[in-house]
Nanobody, 114 residues
């Protein structure tokens, strides 16, 4: 069974940076489009960044220019570099395929204080 394990979250002040990681088990990884999703308190989970197997990235308008998505297929890992963080970036961040077909991991909490 494929497992997704996210890490790297924490508490930062507005303007700060964090780097999230997501390790996926299974050899499927390198062939899949991967996404980073976040769920803010009281809101639905939303897709914020996508990376194809070849490394092409797309971003939600709310994070464009501040977040950078990357992947290391040899390590079955995707990363999300988050800069210039804002309080509205607060939430639990998850990775999954796009569309999301795998069992969700536990996510990693990101809290940005003003």
């Amino acid at each position: 069974q494929v497992q997704l394990v996210e890490s790297g979250g924490g508490l930062v002040q507005a303007g700060g940076s964090l780097r999230l990681s997501c390790v996926a088990s299974g050899s499927f990884f390198r062939f899949n489009v991967m996404g980073w999703y976040r769920q803010a308190p009281g809101r639905q989970r939303e897709l914020v960044a996508v990376i194809t197997s070849g490394g092409t990235t797309t971003y939600a308008d709310s994070v464009k220019g501040r977040f950078t998505n990357s992947r290391d297929n040899a390590k079955n890992t995707v990363y999300l570099q988050m800069n210039s963080l804002k309080p509205e970036d607060t939430g639990v961040y998850y990775c999954n395929t796009k569309p999301d077909i795998l069992k969700w991991g536990q996510g990693t909490q990101v809290t940005v204080s003003s």
